[in-house]
């Protein structure tokens, strides 16, 4: 017979009380553990660990689990938003269950299971399109990508589940973004109709993020990784002592300026 605290933990830190009971864990067995403080009941059939996180808790007390930005953020992945409320997904017929200080925002996308806890990255990032745009989305994927924490065929699902006229977004996402600013800035200048050479290596410079036109190089990382004085030591170490007096194009095409480059343009199909 399953100890109440260990079977919860081995179940995530959340989960309903017939999840257990379905294991041996009897009522009696829940009630004395949560007289015991060894266990929380979040409201009538719910039940948590101690240890299980706060916004986590928040979202299973409201009825469902934590998803868009919020999830992400849990999951390591860079996000846009700074928004504090938890997004919580509650399923097509999902019901919302008031609780103390709730400021929850209820989802109700219909696809998949609803679980307690963290929704995972693919279902996130789904979410997280519905929810705030291409943008928000386009930032997390490339993010979710660098950290190879979407297999290909999670890609493909991910892909499939956008609206026709925004798969192109995941078509022209990249796995080597270095941040969500880099990712932003790609995007944009992609729809005003610029292409960049990303991830250019310059003899004497080093990797950089961008080249425009073979002539203009654009870093974007983002005020953590610029601000400071030891940062901004390394930018000024990165500078050529002696910039060359003519124009040669910096590009993966003159061996001399750069090594590597990789163009960032979607394909002709896509805006």
Same mark, same amino acid.
């Given at each position: 017979?399953?100890?109440? &605290? ?19 864990? *009897? $009522? ?10 060894? @266990? !929380? $009941?979040? $409201?009538?059939?719910?039940? /948590? ?15 469902? #689990?934590?998803?868009?930005? /919020? ?50 990255? %693919? *279902? ?7 929810? !705030?745009? !291409? !943008?928000?989305?386009? /930032? ?13 065929? #999670?890609?493909?699902?991910?892909? %499939? #589940? ?11 996402? $990249? ?9 932003? &800035?790609?995007?944009?200048?992609? &729809?005003?109709?610029?292409? &960049? ?5 310059? /003899?004497?410079?080093? =990797? ?6 073979? =002539?203009? @190089? @654009? %870093? ?42 990789? =163009? ?8």
């Amino acid at each position: 017979m399953f100890d109440p &605290l260990d079977l919860l933990t081995r179940l995530g830190g959340l989960a309903q009380g017939t999840q257990l009971q379905d294991y041996g864990v *009897t $009522r009696m067995q829940l009630s004395k553990a949560v007289r015991g403080g060894r @266990i !929380e $009941r979040l $409201r009538p059939g719910v039940f /948590a660990t101690p240890a299980a996180a706060a916004d986590e808790r928040d979202a299973a007390r409201h009825g469902g #689990a934590l998803t868009c930005a /919020a999830a992400l953020r849990n999951l390591g992945v860079w996000v846009m938003s700074t928004e504090a409320a938890p997004h919580v997904w509650v399923g097509r017929r999902g019901r919302v269950y008031p609780h103390s200080g709730c400021h929850c925002v209820s989802h109700y996308f219909r696809s998949g299971r609803v679980r307690f806890g963290v929704v995972d990255v %693919e *279902t996130a990032l789904v979410h997280l399109y519905r929810c !705030e745009g !291409e !943008e928000s989305f386009f /930032a997390s994927l490339e993010s979710a990508l660098a950290q190879r924490k979407l297999t290909r065929s #999670a890609r493909a699902r991910v892909r %499939e #589940a956008l609206p026709t006229h925004a798969r192109w977004l995941v078509d022209f996402a $990249r796995s080597d973004a270095d941040s969500g600013l880099e990712s932003l &800035l790609r995007l944009r200048l992609h &729809l005003l109709g610029i292409a &960049l050479d990303c991830q250019v290596v310059i /003899a004497g410079v080093g =990797r950089v993020d961008f080249v425009v036109d073979g =002539r203009l @190089i @654009i %870093e974007a990382d983002g005020k953590e990784n610029h601000d400071g004085t030891t940062m901004r030591h390394k930018d000024l170490v990165r500078m050529p002592r002696h910039p060359p007096s003519d124009t040669r194009r910096c590009t993966s095409t003159t061996p001399r300026s750069c090594t590597t480059g990789r =163009r960032c343009s979607a394909p002709s199909s896509q805006p």
